[in-house]
């Protein structure tokens, strides 16, 4: 088993690495990778499932596009990188699925921000490079590897990286969303519908937590 992580940059995967193969520990993996600049949330959130990869021996996997690359995109547009810039992109992207970009934009109607278009650029971006280096990884391992990934809900609506998953090969990708205390009902996605909705309806299973005492 694999397991891939949004909130490793890809530049990082040599301390991911060294970190599974336990050359230092995880206080030391934290600095060398600057996650709390680089990721905000604390790394005690995702300390039990590294440690216990680590432990099984699974392929860590960092998924993380350049925080300053998809910020670059979100401000000047695909348009406005360098042809060095350009060629850390992969180089089979779809910006056309409507259903996806009405997602993001109801994702995205209450947050003030630039240019609409290029903050979905941004987030195109950002789904397609975490999709092409896990086909990338499972198409060198095929077919005994199985890949795991953690990203936000967003990412992991089928719309954003499974579909761009199996796009590229013969993969079969399901999504699966935690949610707490019962099974929340999906709603067929119309005009209307909410962001909740919406996300809620691009995936396959929940996975259902019951709150403790």
Known sequence: LGLGFEMVRRQ????????????????????????????????????????????????LLALGVKRDLTMKVATVGIEGLTPVEQRELPSDMDFLKTEHRALFDSLTQDHPHGDP????????VWDESMADASASFLAARAPGRKL??????????????????????????????????QPVKTKPVTASSSADDRLLAGYDYQLVFSAKD
């Open 12 to 59: 990082s995967q040599a301390h991911l690495s060294s970190y599974a193969e336990r050359d230092f520990e995880l206080d030391e993996f934290s600095r060398k990778v600057n996650w709390a600049e680089e990721w905000g949330f604390p790394i005690e959130y995702y300390a039990p499932t590294l440690q216990t990869g680590r432990d099984q021996g699974a392929s």
């Open 117 to 124: 278009n290029r903050m979905y650029a941004a987030q195109v």
């Open 148 to 181: 795991l990934i953690l990203a936000g809900k967003a990412h992991c609506h089928h719309l954003g990286i499974p579909s761009r998953v199996e796009r590229r090969g013969d993969f079969r990708v399901v999504s699966v969303i935690p949610v707490e205390g």
